[in-house]
């Protein structure tokens, strides 16, 4: 009697650690990172550090929209500097971050649910420059300066030509108008919006050399079906002009 007491003491056990684990496992919240990277994700406040609704941007109103849609629970946070955010996605399961590009060499690192907006790769100067270029290769030979881990950084490096890494984006303008580089390497329309918020605004573009697409990135371990109830959501919400209506909003 006493053994039979046991085992089934031990199969109540092991049914109640089973349901927990179940209840844990259907958890649908994903932790979402995000970096200031105006006009798609900025903190109200202008700092590095921002949770919530004290985040704003084109992409972080299309996010809250896309998953309230889908009826899927997440955290948000704005941290710095990107490529601590993008290690968190790239390893942590439940994780994702947005904006990134979806490039080719990052396309099987991540689940992706977009796009969300546009990013041109431009090559700016100051207004009064005299530097006309054709194409990056006639760019050799200028100080360039770009984002430290941002995708148009890392293509330049890849091309050979060695980039002035900065830990801020913004942080370019005023090198620019200092004239410590020749040519700022960013996104459009993130550059012109950041260089405004610094008070610089004479900018010409010399080149347009790149067309991206942005996306929320999911890590890897995110279920399929959470993926497509994003997407989906995302498309509907495209389909009835509630994205356009948002990019208007800010631009």
């Known amino acids: 009697m006493f053994k039979h007491l046991l085992l089934a003491l ?54 809250r929209e896309t998953f309230k849609r889908a009826g899927i629970s997440y955290n948000l946070t704005l941290r710095f500097p990107w490529e601590r955010i993008y290690k968190l996605a790239l390893e942590k399961p439940g994780y994702g971050v947005f904006v990134m590009a979806r490039l080719p060499e990052r396309e099987a690192l991540f689940k992706w649910v977009g796009p969300i907006g546009p990013d041109d790769w431009v090559l700016l100067a100051k207004a009064d420059s005299k530097v006309q270029i054709a194409d990056l290769e006639h760019a050799r030979g200028f100080k360039i300066g770009a984002y430290k881990g941002d995708a148009i950084a890392q293509t330049l490096e890849r091309q050979g030509l060695k980039p002035i890494l900065a830990l801020r984006d913004q942080d370019n303008a005023q090198k620019l108008v200092d004239g410590q580089i020749d040519l700022w390497a960013t996104g459009d329309p993130a550059g012109r919006y950041l260089a405004r918020q610094v008070g ?52």
């Open 200 to 251: 610089v605004t004479q900018l010409r573009t010399v080149l347009r050399f790149n067309s991206a697409q942005l996306y929320l990135a999911l890590n890897k371990d995110v279920p399929d079906q959470v993926v497509a109830r994003l997407q989906a959501a995302l498309d509907q919400l495209r389909g009835e002009g509630v994205v356009n209506d948002i990019m208007a909003r800010y631009l």
């Open 10 to 63: 031990a199969s109540t056990f092991v049914l109640m650690v089973g349901t927990v684990h179940a209840e844990a496992s259907s958890d649908d919240t994903l932790v979402l990172l995000t970096e200031n990277f105006p006009p798609y994700n900025m903190a109200k406040n202008g700092k590095n550090f921002a949770k919530e609704e004290n985040i704003e941007g084109i992409a972080v109103d299309i996010v």
